[in-house]
């Protein structure tokens, strides 16, 4: 199955309350986020209502579990032992 990689490409300061809460409820919390969304017409709707602030990349459905979720979004954190 289809997948969509949606990423959040521009903020939402200034938004018209409705766009702002279309971009929580696909799981985008700040600009580079990115998450992986079943190909559905649902999920397309709420892309098409924030477009202008989403970038939207078709991937195959055997992405690894570390995609799908984010990742660690670069907080990961190297123990040194002393």
């Known amino acids: 199955m289809t997948k969509l990689k949606v ?3 521009r903020s939402v300061i200034h938004r ?3 766009q702002k809460q279309t971009v929580r ?3 985008l919390h700040r600009i580079r986020d990115s998450v ?4 559905r ?5 709420m892309i098409a ?3 202008h ?4 990349e078709e991937v195959q459905g055997d992405e690894p579990k570390d995609e799908q979720d984010g990742g660690s979004k670069g907080r990961s954190r190297e123990r040194t032992s002393s």
């Open 41 to 45: 017409p649902e999920i397309r709707g």
């Open 49 to 51: 209502k924030v477009q």
């Open 25 to 27: 409820r696909l799981g």
């Open 7 to 9: 990423t959040q490409v």
């Open 53 to 56: 602030l989403v970038r939207v």
């Open 36 to 39: 992986i969304k079943d190909d």
């Open 16 to 18: 018209p309350k409705d």
